[in-house]
């Protein structure tokens, strides 16, 4: 099979996920980073981030050609272009998908994106090719949310309907590869859609096989059996793949940043004093050194570096023992304290908190650790059980998302509203919140800032480093874009991949 | 043997509602939200409330049992909570390779593992007698993922015979081989080091028995005794042992599925517990108590083939 499959890949690419089997695959639904890698390939937004980057600097149009917004930020008009295909039978894409697949995005029956959606007003087609987003508040950033990512996603209307339940797993998009077979715990198979917008993919067709062994995939990679590979995000996965001839390795943003966050309610961390002692404890750049210098980057700030509004110019907690003790003897803890932490059996998480545990020790904070099972992890620190919570995530890469999910007062676990904020911090509601429906940009960034002080100056929680993605592919495969980047987590296959011979 | 049957189907259903129920209340005891799993950690705790009031979760646990048992009664096992695809679909497609998987591994344990088991007792107490029991020993202890990947690095890897990962495309004899010769091998071993001790054993005792004796100080050939007389008296603890077994690989073949990149049971269930996909966990345990009862049944009978002293009543 090696050989034949070799022989093949010439318009067969192959690719290797860490994944026992597919999720959802429908685009409103999967938050999974498989999933979204895979669908990645098959959808269009209305705009999208230029391939290979990850940035909203790098917006471009996608499905609409042009677009303009009203003076006040709220009303948004879009023109779409013509001739764009669904894949199938479901004909052309127009207005009219455009508007149910927004409506649909924003429906939190039907999306596990409709947060998002929350200042549409309402969206409507004023033509077969143009759409209008009329907002209750200004969103400065709403061209982000209208991406290939998450319910960015355009999908076509006919084809949801006729579909129905059936659509997560017959995925219909517009994308340059279409979606033509699964077979459980093995692969998805999509195959080139020849009547893309943007020309027929060079690669005619793509087996994405779910391969959950780190070893299997690695084996898999090195007999040639797969071309593309999800990358183990750690610097001895990246030196072992390279020694493999003919491979190429991409180290790829946004990073998912791992932060450790201070239960503000809980004692001792409720006083400020022993918050810095954590902050002065950690030593990042020992952190950097054991993840992979390759692989990793010191964090500074709450924000990850590389996102829209992220700044340096906050207060910085260098690695200082003999600080962290004094700051703990101010507060009354001489002879230092014992903070106490659940935390999940996830290897790769599991690691770099027992290396934090170290660390720690060094400054008399001892670290007791309780592990549990991911999914019982996800469910107990949302029960505001942890004292510490380490959390490692990506997201959007503008400053407003992670803000507003870790750090505004509105996301405290444990209420109605919850998502993230594990420490209860609620010191910059007013910062976040403002720059959120800010639409002049440097007013923008100086609130987010400001933001970043704050939050930085209570020691809410205290960031560690950036993971960044992992991939590689045997050299013979050309993307056609220089990879810096991609926000669905897996590198961009588009209509300009090919196999050299 | 039919009231026998019957009577042993009986059990079984009883078994069958016991193990549901149990299943049914343990992983809804288990930490851990399903809907907080699908729709990811990004979702506020409205929408995850607003999805388990879709799925269901939020009625009383007496309600959601009740309708689960008639699903189950009815043929409706539902929909996967994650994936939302139907749950019966989910198990039949992956069925037949874990079926494949476990029946060749036991074909080959059985073909290595009762001629090995029986070579051991014949020449006990010598060289080959401790070859086999070392190897048996080595066999049962080496671990299941440790012998795969040196598998894959030996025979996938640096002879190229044998694929890494089972494609899923083979539609012709050769490549379904293929791409089951290294998982089976892996299994079939461990199997044949469990079958070899228990064959052993079994075959020892029989010698030790009169009418062996009898028959040698008779003059019969040895051979022939052994093939004759003690063969088919020391099969029966090594059909006990392979029903019992095979129960178990159904389940704990998840490694080999993992490793080798195969579809199967294993890797479903372990895959439903991480996600708390309740439903598929349910689907697969009616499945789980189906197999083992009919394995056992099927056990049971097999020694009436045996041994024709064996009555069923």
């Known amino acids: 099979m090696g050989l034949s499959m070799a022989n093949a890949a010439q318009t067969t690419l192959n690719v290797g996920m860490g994944s026992a089997d597919a999720g959802k695959l429908d685009p409103h639904l999967a938050t999974t980073t498989p999933d979204k890698g895979l669908l990645h390939w098959m959808y269009n937004g209305l705009v999208r981030i230029k391939p290979g980057q990850a940035s909203p600097q790098f917006i471009e149009p996608d499905l609409a050609e042009s677009w303009t917004s009203s003076a006040d930020g709220l009303t948004w008009t879009f023109k779409l272009r013509r001739g764009v295909q669904c894949h199938g039978k479901y004909g052309e894409f127009d207005a009219e998908d455009a508007v149910f697949s927004i409506q649909r995005a924003a429906n939190k029956e039907k999306s596990s994106f409709a947060k998002d959606f929350g200042a549409v007003g309402s969206v409507e087609a004023t033509g077969s090719y143009e759409v209008k987003i009329t907002l209750t508040e200004p969103v400065p950033s709403l061209l982000g949310l209208l991406v290939p990512y998450h319910g960015g996603n355009m999908v076509c209307k006919d084809a949801v309907e006729e579909l129905g339940e059936d659509y997560q797993r017959s995925p219909i998009g517009t994308g340059p590869f279409m979606f033509a077979e699964y077979q459980p715990q093995q692969y998805v198979k999509l195959v080139a859609n020849k009547d893309y917008f943007r020309g027929a993919p060079k690669i005619k067709e793509i087996y994405y096989r779910y391969i959950p062994s780190d070893a299997s995939r690695d084996l898999a990679f090195q007999s040639g059996e797969i071309d593309l590979i999800y990358g183990k995000q750690d610097q001895t996965w990246v030196d072992r793949i390279k020694k493999i001839p003919n491979t190429e390795v991409v180290v790829m943003e946004p990073g998912e940043m791992s932060v450790i966050h201070l239960n503000m309610t809980m004692p001792p961390l409720d006083n400020p004093l022993v918050r810095q002692a954590v902050a002065h404890a950690i030593d990042r750049d020992l952190m950097v050194q054991f993840k992979g210098p390759g692989v990793t980057r010191k964090s500074v700030s709450v924000v990850p570096e590389g996102y829209l509004g992220y700044t340096s110019d906050i207060t910085k907690y260098p690695h200082d023992p003999a600080k962290a003790k004094a700051l703990l003897a101010e507060a009354g803890f001489p002879n230092g304290v014992t903070l106490k932490t659940i935390h999940t059996t996830l290897s790769g998480m599991l690691s770099t908190m027992e290396a934090v545990q170290a660390t720690l020790k060094k400054s008399g904070i001892n670290l007791e650790i309780t592990t549990v099972e991911h999914a019982t992890f996800h469910a107990q620190i949302r029960k505001d059980l942890s004292q510490v919570v380490h959390y490692s995530a990506a997201r959007f890469p503008i400053a407003d998302v992670y803000l507003t999910q870790f750090f505004d007062s509105a996301s405290i676990v444990g209420t109605p509203t919850a998502v993230t904020n594990f420490s209860h911090c609620n010191v910059a509601d007013s910062e976040i919140r403002a720059a959120r429906v800010e639409s002049d940009s440097t007013k923008q960034l100086a609130l987010w800032k400001t933001a970043q002080q704050k939050i930085m100056d209570t020691v809410c929680a205290v960031p560690i480093f950036q993971n960044l993605q992992l991939w590689a592919w045997n050299s013979s495969l050309d993307l056609g874009v220089d990879v810096k980047g991609s926000l669905n987590l897996s590198p961009p296959v588009t209509e300009k991949a090919y196999f050299k011979n | ?313």
């Open chain 2, 1 to 313: 043997m039919s009231s026998f049957v019957i009577r042993r189907l009986g059990f079984a259903i009883v078994t069958l509602f016991a193990v549901l129920t149990l299943v049914f209340f343990i992983v809804r005891i288990l930490p851990g939200d399903p809907a907080m799993v699908i729709l990811g950690d990004q979702a506020s705790m409205e929408a995850i409330d607003a999805l388990r009031a879709r799925l269901g979760l939020d009625r009383p646990l007496i309600v959601q049992y009740s309708d689960f048992m008639v699903g189950v009664l009815s043929g409706d096992w539902g929909t996967s909570l994650v994936s939302g695809r139907p749950v019966i679909a989910e198990i039949l497609k992956v069925l037949p390779a874990t079926i494949e998987l476990t029946l060749v591994s036991l074909l080959l344990g059985a073909l290595i593992g009762i001629p090995l088991g029986i070579w051991s007792a014949v020449k006990r107490n010598r060289l080959p007698d401790y070859f086999t029991r070392l190897s048996s020993l080595i066999g049962l202890s080496f671990p299941a993922f440790v012998s795969a990947i040196l598998l894959l690095l030996v025979f996938a890897i640096q002879l190229r015979w044998f694929p890494v990962i089972s494609s899923g495309q083979g539609t012709n004899l050769v490549d379904r081989l293929r791409d089951l010769a290294l998982p089976a091998i892996n299994l079939g071993l461990i199997m044949a080091a469990y079958i070899t001790r228990v064959a052993r054993s079994s075959m020892l005792e029989v010698l030790s028995q009169d009418y062996v004796r009898t028959a040698r100080a008779k003059g019969i050939i040895f051979s022939q005794i052994i093939w004759r007389h003690c063969l088919l008296n020391s099969m029966i603890p090594v059909v006990t042992v392979v029903g019992l077994y095979l129960g178990i690989l159904i389940g704990n073949s998840v490694l080999t599925e993992i490793v080798f990149n195969r579809p199967g049971l294993g890797k479903l269930i372990v895959g439903a517990l991480n996600q708390r996909d309740y439903t598929m966990l349910q689907g697969m345990m009616v499945i789980y108590t189906l197999i083992v009862v009919v394995v056992n049944l099927l056990t049971d009978l097999t020694y009436g083939l045996i041994d024709p002293r064996v009555k069923y009543k």
